[in-house]
């Protein structure tokens, strides 16, 4: 049974702890779910930003001194938020869930815009389906950026104190 993902982005799928590859046919992002008819089925969506790693200031600073001072690094995702989200369906061939993913943190009229949704006619309980605000990511982010800069100081430093 197919399971399609619209604007996924970075969000993993995972069924019984096992990470679900996500495949691509005609421009739609999918998964494949072994499931008998009329069987319920659990489908957990995933996201941590980059800077939620616990071994990320590891990365950083190798890709720090291979871009060169962090100049020709690619810029980290401002996204800061995660999610953790739990989805239960019926397996039914027929309608197969289809489900949409927003990118926003955020409140609109005093709710948490919603991170998951289902775009098909199949009925299907989200729950969690929301992203929370990660003050690990953030924390870490301002951090790196800090040392970053430092950095960049010392490294033109050293390179002026070298041509003088």
Same mark, same amino acid.
């Given at each position: 049974?197919?399971?399609?993902?619209?604007?996924?982005?970075?969000?993993?799928?995972?069924?019984?702890?096992?990470?679900?590859?996500?495949?691509?046919?005609?421009?739609?992002?999918?998964?494949?779910?072994?499931?008998?008819?009329?069987?319920?089925?659990?489908?957990?969506?995933?996201?941590?930003?980059?800077?939620?790693?616990?071994?990320? *200031? %590891?990365?950083? !600073?190798?890709?720090?001194?291979?871009? &060169? +001072?962090?100049?020709? #690094? /690619?810029?980290?995702?401002? *996204? %800061?938020?995660? !999610?953790?989200?739990?989805?239960?369906? &019926? +397996?039914?061939?027929? #309608? /197969?869930?289809?489900?949409? *993913?927003?990118?926003?943190?955020?409140?609109?009229?005093?709710?948490?815009?919603?991170?998951?949704?289902?775009?098909?006619?199949a009925e299907v309980f989200i729950d969690k389906?929301?992203?929370?605000?990660?003050?690990?990511?953030?924390?870490?982010?301002?951090?790196?950026?800090?040392?970053?800069?430092?950095?960049?100081?010392?490294?033109?430093?050293?390179?002026?104190?070298?041509?003088?």
């Amino acid at each position: 049974m197919k399971v399609f993902l619209l604007n996924r982005g970075d969000v993993c799928a995972y069924k019984d702890g096992k990470l679900l590859p996500v495949k691509i046919k005609n421009d739609r992002e999918y998964v494949d779910i072994e499931a008998e008819e009329g069987e319920k089925v659990t489908i957990s969506f995933l996201r941590r930003s980059e800077f939620s790693s616990g071994r990320f *200031f %590891l990365y950083a !600073l190798f890709f720090w001194i291979i871009g &060169i +001072a962090g100049l020709f #690094t /690619p810029k980290y995702n401002k *996204f %800061l938020c995660s !999610l953790s989200c739990t989805v239960e369906f &019926i +397996a039914d061939s027929k #309608t /197969p869930p289809v489900f949409m *993913f927003t990118h926003y943190c955020g409140v609109k009229d005093n709710k948490p815009v919603e991170a998951v949704r289902n775009t098909s006619e199949a009925e299907v309980f989200i729950d969690k389906g929301v992203y929370v605000k990660d003050p690990l990511a953030e924390k870490n982010r301002k951090i790196y950026r800090f040392c970053s800069a430092i950095g960049r100081i010392a490294v033109l430093a050293f390179l002026i104190s070298l041509i003088i």
